[in-house]
């Protein structure tokens, strides 16, 4: 063989060998979902000043960023401003929702940050007079929006009629739920364990959970209602709305139906809960995937302490 080319062969060898061990191979997180307990986070501008003459006027502007994983349309996603009374500091307009301009998309591979959206309500202006040296308040802001959790979570379709039945491909016991499982959001499903229901059925408890920090209400609540009526509030609160995408035929509840409502139940420490009851008719033994989806409006705040310096 020609030296040269026995040269250049020996040196592509070389380059493509320092190449594979330069490479890794993904690692993936595992699972369907990056996970979380985070939905649409709400922050006042860093840059906003927290003390001020009397003379000054202060920007203010809310900062919302979706650190969850359900996409939200412009417009969605809703912050008002509250706690103070709002005319003294020339605010009156930011009494009501203010949606956002653009949309908000979730937290994704392309996308690990989730993105963000401003509001901006103007220039406070304090209009009251200050006795003594200085004033202080705290100005707050909620956001209000609609949102999902999505669990996607590997079970065993297995009657106790076919117990001793086949092979072993899957087994009932233990917890369903592995990490990647469930989308990042504050209402988590926590839980999915199975058993046999008479002789021909399967039975999924699957236990959810309010893990954030906020409150949480019927997807079918409007923003502006839930601060004007607070019977209607009370009503609404705490309900979240499901429905079992997969396997079909599965019945959940008094209803015995795929999709409905439930109430999560304040405990006595912890996060507020319930445990959703479902069950399927099964004449195989083989593994499947459930899949559920949970929806929901969720509100929650941010405050900003602020001293109003007396102008001489």
């Given at each position: 063989?020609?030296?040269?080319?026995?040269?250049?062969?020996?040196?592509?060898?070389?380059?493509f060998?320092?190449?594979?061990?330069?490479?890794?191979?993904?690692?993936?997180?595992?699972?369907?979902?990056?996970?979380?307990?985070?939905?649409?986070?709400?922050?006042?501008?860093?840059?906003?000043?927290?003390?001020?003459?009397?003379?000054?006027?202060?920007?203010?502007?809310?900062?919302?960023?979706?650190?969850?994983?359900?996409?939200?349309?412009?417009?969605?996603t809703?912050?008002?401003?509250?706690?103070v009374?709002?005319?003294?500091?020339?605010?009156?307009?930011?009494?009501?929702?203010?949606?956002?301009?653009?949309?908000?998309?979730?937290?994704?591979?392309?996308?690990?940050?989730?993105?963000?959206?401003?509001?901006?309500?103007?220039?406070m202006?304090?209009?009251q007079?200050?006795?003594?040296?200085?004033?202080?308040?705290?100005?707050?802001?909620?956001?209000?929006?609609?949102?999902k959790?999505?669990?996607?979570?590997?079970?065993?379709?297995?009657?106790?009629?076919?117990?001793?039945?086949?092979?072993?491909?899957?087994?009932?016991?233990?917890?369903?739920?592995?990490?990647?499982?469930?989308?990042?959001?504050?209402?988590?499903?926590?839980?999915?364990?199975e058993?046999?229901?008479?002789?021909?059925?399967?039975?999924?408890?699957?236990?959810?959970?309010?893990?954030?920090?906020g409150?949480?209400?019927?997807?079918?609540?409007?923003?502006?209602?839930?601060?004007?009526?607070?019977?209607?509030?009370?009503?609404?609160?705490?309900?979240?709305?499901?429905?079992?995408?997969?396997?079909?035929?599965?019945?959940?509840?008094?209803?015995?139906?795929?999709?409905?409502?439930?109430?999560?139940?304040?405990?006595?420490?912890?996060?507020?809960?319930y445990?959703?009851?479902?069950?399927?008719?099964?004449?195989?033994?083989?593994?499947?995937?459930?899949?559920?989806?949970?929806?929901?409006?969720?509100?929650?705040?941010?405050?900003?302490?602020?001293?109003?310096?007396?102008?001489l």
């Open positions: 063989m020609d030296k040269k080319i026995l040269g250049l062969i020996i040196v592509i060898s070389i380059m060998m320092a190449a594979q061990c330069g490479t890794k191979e993904p690692t993936g997180t595992g699972g369907t979902f990056s996970g979380g307990t985070e939905g649409v986070k709400i922050s006042f501008k860093d840059t906003m000043v927290s003390e001020f003459q009397q003379s000054d006027s202060v920007p203010v502007n809310v900062v919302l960023q979706n650190k969850g994983e359900d996409d939200l349309n412009a417009g969605e809703k912050v008002k401003l509250f706690g009374d709002l005319a003294n500091f020339g605010l009156s307009s930011a009494k009501t929702y203010k949606g956002t301009s653009g949309p908000l998309k979730g937290v994704s591979s392309i996308n690990p940050e989730g993105s963000e959206q401003e509001v901006i309500f103007g220039s202006k304090y209009a007079p200050v006795v003594g040296n200085d004033i202080s308040y705290t100005l707050r802001a909620k956001v209000c929006y609609p949102y959790t999505s669990a996607f979570s590997g079970v065993c379709m297995r009657s106790k009629a076919l117990e001793k039945v086949g092979t072993e491909i899957c087994s009932l016991t233990g917890e369903k739920i592995a990490s990647g499982d469930v989308s990042s959001a504050p209402i988590q499903i926590t839980s999915i364990t058993e046999t229901r008479g002789s021909d059925q399967v039975k999924f408890s699957i236990k959810i959970e309010n893990n954030g920090d409150n949480v209400y019927s997807v079918t609540s409007n923003c502006d209602e839930l601060d004007k009526d607070s019977i209607k509030a009370l009503d609404k609160k705490n309900k979240v709305s499901y429905e079992v995408i997969a396997p079909t035929n599965v019945k959940c509840g008094s209803a015995e139906a795929s999709k409905g409502e439930f109430t999560l139940v304040a405990g006595d420490k912890g996060a507020s809960s445990t959703l009851t479902c069950w399927k008719k099964v004449d195989d033994v083989y593994a499947d995937k459930l899949n559920i989806e949970l929806s929901y409006i969720y509100i929650s705040e941010t405050t900003k302490d602020i001293k109003i310096y007396k102008t």
